[in-house]
């Protein structure tokens, strides 16, 4: 059986993230930067540059008759924000094609992490207990571990679901480790901040409110996770074999009804996600 | 009476396959479509074939019920049991099926793991579906339900072949 060690070597096999979300991830969450600085690593990427300026001049932060440069446009998103935008830039253009090792055919991996993140936002404006850029965040870059999977397993698939067991048990009897746990790792190896890379790995087993580790963004963003199986959003293989955490249950799906809106709400927003995006690759002819 | 946005569930087959999302559903006359949708987890896939008219339909319902969210379920009937399946029926008819001459099959309604009751998502979906037959007279021809496993569930136009795909395999659901 492999050890960690041999997972963590497929980590240069994946697609890094460029050196200008790297640093702008990395300033943003250690608060330390100029605006003068972000600006410059910013307008380094292509994409990212359209993509702050699209939103910061997009009616939910424009003003009527203006049009604002790049580091206004900065200026009017702010950190959290601009994290968000970031990170959904870049992975998704990632998602799109990955997860073949876990039986997901080509978007469904997007869909999942984005169905995720959407909902994570959602649960924390609902709840008004933690930062829904960063909900969103986490939930979107939860299963990053299956991208290291997926490079490990070089074309093979991943385990077949044993409908009695958990699959976290199931991979780590396959391979010495879960996804979840790696997706920690690579979060660490991309110098994602401490508390994003927790997110990751608790997202299946988020620690109960007793436990020194809990923290509310796990709670939300395992919450989220399931709202996603459910939906059929990002299930591949590995099925909807996971367990709900009790006391996610009791604070964010406390009735079914709440869990079905949550449900409902995933496929709307990403029915617009999709319908925009369809519109924004059709706009130049 | 709805005024359901019938148009959009009529889709064109790209290279003889028509892709169902979830919350969609698709019928078509086509004698030599395969009508697809993929991960199918609590949701419940249903497929419609008349060998007589050569119809197929198929829809991927998300939740049981329609009573608490009419603006959704307006906007895309195919997202609830309640709403959708009554549509995907009639749509078939329209297209000159009858309920005599229909093989109806259906699977999904996975739940998630030891799950003890609480959300019963996939039951509910079940049960609506159950209810729905119930009342309607309808014979379902054969269902793969329950569990906790994704599921692809496709029909094959021309000879009616169901087929579900599930933990890596595949199996005809119906004829049996």
Same mark, same amino acid.
């Given at each position: 059986m492999a050890g960690i060690n041999n997972i963590i070597s497929t980590f240069d096999r994946l697609p890094a993230l460029p050196g200008a979300v790297n640093r702008v991830v990395s300033m943003l969450s250690s608060g330390e930067y100029d605006m003068g600085e972000l600006e410059s690593v910013i307008s380094t990427d292509e994409a990212l540059t359209s993509a702050v300026l699209r939103i910061g001049n997009s009616a939910a932060y424009g003003t009527p008759g203006k049009t604002f440069a790049l580091k206004q446009s900065l200026v009017r998103l702010g950190s959290a924000t601009l994290m968000k935008l970031v990170l959904e830039q870049e992975m998704t253009q990632v998602f799109e094609v990955a997860g073949a090792g876990y039986g997901l055919r080509r978007h469904a991996m997007w869909r999942g992490s984005v169905g995720g993140a959407v909902v994570a936002e959602k649960i924390a404006s609902d709840s008004k207990f933690t930062d829904p850029n960063l909900c969103f965040v986490c939930a979107l870059l939860r299963d990053i571990g299956k991208l290291a999977i997926d490079a490990y397993l070089c074309g093979d698939n991943a385990p077949q679901a /044993?409908?009695?067991?958990d699959y976290l048990n199931q991979e780590r009897s396959a391979f010495g480790f879960d996804h979840a746990e790696v997706g920690r790792l690579l979060a660490q190896n991309w110098n994602l901040p401490d508390r994003i890379a927790d997110a990751i790995g608790f997202h299946h087993t988020p620690p109960a409110?007793?436990?020194?580790?809990?923290d509310v963004l796990f709670d939300i963003v395992h919450a989220a996770d399931v709202v996603c199986l459910w939906s059929g959003m990002?299930?591949?293989? /590995?099925?909807?074999?996971y367990r709900v955490a009790e006391h996610v249950k009791q604070a964010y799906l406390p009735h079914r009804k709440v869990a079905e809106e949550y449900m409902a709400f995933a496929w709307t927003r990403i029915s617009e996600i999709e319908d925009d995006s369809q519109q924004t690759r059709g706009a130049i002819a | 009476m709805l005024t359901m946005p019938t148009q959009t569930y009529k889709k064109k087959a790209v290279d003889g396959k028509i892709v169902v999302g979830v919350a969609d559903m698709a019928v078509t006359s086509d004698p030599d479509a395969l009508l697809i949708t993929y991960a199918l987890g609590s949701c419940i896939g249903v497929t419609i074939f008349d060998p007589v008219a050569c119809v197929g339909g198929m829809l991927h319902f998300m939740?049981?019920?329609s009573k608490g969210s009419p603006d959704k379920a307006k906007a895309n009937?195919?997202?609830?049991g309640d709403t959708g399946v009554p549509l995907l029926f009639r749509m078939c008819y329209d297209l000159g099926a009858t309920k005599e001459n229909m093989v109806v099959c259906a699977a999904g309604g996975a739940e998630i793991l030891?799950?003890?009751?609480?959300?019963?998502i996939g039951s509910r979906n079940r049960t609506i579906l159950r209810k729905l037959f119930w009342k309607n007279s309808i014979l379902v021809a054969a269902e793969d339900t329950g569990g906790v496993g994704s599921r692809t569930l496709q029909l094959n136009?021309?000879?009616g072949h169901v087929e579900i795909r599930s933990k890596g395999n595949g199996k005809l659901l119906w004829p049996e």
């Open positions: /044993d409908p009695d067991e409110p007793d436990d020194q580790t809990h990002g299930i591949g293989c /590995d099925g909807l074999n | 939740l049981p019920n009937p195919a997202m609830f030891a799950d003890d009751g609480h959300f019963k136009v021309p000879d």
